[in-house]
């Protein structure tokens, strides 16, 4: 069994950052989970990749993203963050971080809300 906890969430003024942090849990996974990511649903939208790192650290972004948010893990820990920075109102959502784990598949957060006000 894999649970993935999202934190971080809140509310941030228009240019400001914020980190989330996504940490998995679950006996003997660790070891086995090789990419997590960041994924989000803003208003009215289907949920869209975020950014995207392999275990040995290989990255990629989505083009909203790219030069103002980066993605790092702690591979030992089973944690993923994404640091946000040059926040927009665009930005605005829920935040889902997930963990592909060998032979077992993909599991998800619950989800951490982040929203920028203007």
């Known amino acids: 069994q894999v649970w993935l906890v999202e934190s971080g969430g809140g509310l941030v003024q228009p240019g400001g950052s914020l980190r989330l942090s996504c940490a998995a849990s679950g006996t003997g996974i660790i070891a086995n989970i090789y990419d997590m990511a960041w994924y989000r649903q803003t208003s009215g939208k289907e949920r869209e990749l975020v950014a995207r790192i392999t275990r040995r650290g290989t990255t990629t972004y989505s083009d909203s993203t790219q030069g103002r948010f980066t993605i790092t893990r702690d591979s030992a820990r089973g944690t993923v963050y994404l640091q946000m920075n040059s926040l927009k109102p665009e930005d605005t959502g829920v935040y889902f971080c997930?963990?592909?784990?060998?032979?077992?598949?993909?599991?998800w957060g619950q989800g951490a809300q982040v929203t920028v006000s203007s």
């Open positions: 997930s963990a592909d784990v060998f032979t077992q598949g993909t599991y």
